[in-house]
């Protein structure tokens, strides 16, 4: 349920933007997929404009799980990001991010059939960030596939130690 207040009186175009298990939506009114393609909605000052609903449709099953490890032990509190390839252009954008639990598990579910990426990232610094099966960056980072929505596992990451640098700047 939601009410949007403070509208002066006019038109507006409604956009949802919600995230759930990993996915994000974006839906314009009545559940259109751009603003050029949305309705719509007159407001007049003092009232409510009633049922502009929204639905979302059936959440998607696909995920992807694995653990992460530190000089080769279970490491918690590690930021798992995903990266999903926008419309199969490769061009790649942070869909979300998870850490891992206190046994260096993690899952990230509610994935649509999609190409995706993963980086694990210690927030210490203690510990360099990696791409899924150690490659160090993105455009070399191997890509996984969730098809029929299925479920991968076995995505893991193993960190090693990082080095710094420093200096002043005058």
């Given at each position: 349920t939601y009410t949007v207040k403070g509208l002066a009186t006019g038109s507006?175009?409604?956009r949802l933007n919600a995230s759930y298990a990993g996915s994000s939506y974006n839906l314009y009114y009545p559940n259109a997929a751009t603003v050029e393609t949305a309705d719509d909605v007159s407001v007049t000052a003092g009232s409510t404009k009633p049922n502009i609903n929204f639905v979302i449709g059936v959440i998607p099953n696909g995920r992807i799980s694995g653990s992460v490890t530190a000089v080769g032990v279970p490491r918690a509190g590690v930021k798992v990001e995903l990266y999903q390839d926008y419309n199969n252009w490769n061009s790649?954008?942070?869909l979300v991010s998870v850490y891992t639990g206190s046994d260096g598990?993690?899952?990230?579910?509610?994935?649509?059939?999609?190409?995706?990426?993963?980086?694990?990232?210690?927030?210490?610094?203690?510990?360099?960030a990696v791409y899924y099966n150690n490659k160090p960056d993105l455009p070399s980072a191997d890509i996984l596939t969730i098809t029929a929505e299925n479920a991968l596992t076995g995505i893991d990451g193993s960190l090693l130690g990082a080095g710094a640098i420093s200096g002043t700047v005058t």
């Open positions: 507006y175009r409604l790649w954008w942070r598990a993690y899952t990230i579910g509610g994935l649509r059939d999609g190409r995706y990426r993963v980086r694990f990232v210690d927030p210490g610094g203690t510990y360099a």
